[in-house]
Nanobody, 130 residues
């Protein structure tokens, strides 16, 4: 059984903070490569942060650097967090968690490419009001 669950999301005013979480479980092996994507209406899905849990090493899109933090839960290794601070209206989107078993363990990992991930969660809406 394979599951990626993303409860929550929410609404916040500009400048506020929000954390979204993803719980991943697979009976087929360890999900080493995990990422967060978002998609705003009329726009393509955008990779915003990713982590290789074997490092761990992290990656961020420029617009997220210094504001977003991707991390693994200390207590539950199956749970991934995306802590977002100083949110802006342009961060409004549907957010998705994605995971893969091996794509991040090669020489070069195109972490922001949706095709690098086998598993996807349902989306959770994040709305930032001005």
């Amino acid at each position: 059984q394979v599951q990626l669950l993303v409860p929550g999301g929410g609404s916040v005013e500009a400048g506020g903070n929000l954390t979204v979480s993803c719980k991943g479980h697979s009976d087929n092996g360890r999900l080493w490569c995990m990422g967060w994507f978002r998609q705003a209406p009329g726009k393509e899905r955008e990779g915003i942060a990713a982590i290789y849990l074997g490092g761990p090493t992290t990656h961020y899109v420029d617009s997220a650097k210094g504001r977003f933090t991707i991390s693994q839960d200390n207590a539950s290794k199956d749970t991934l967090h995306l802590k977002m601070s100083n949110l802006k209206p342009e961060d409004t989107a549907m957010y998705y968690c994605a995971a893969d078993y091996v794509s991040c363990r090669g020489v070069r990992w195109d972490w922001s490419g949706p095709n690098q991930y086998l598993l996807w969660s349902q989306g959770t809406q994040v709305t930032v009001s001005s």
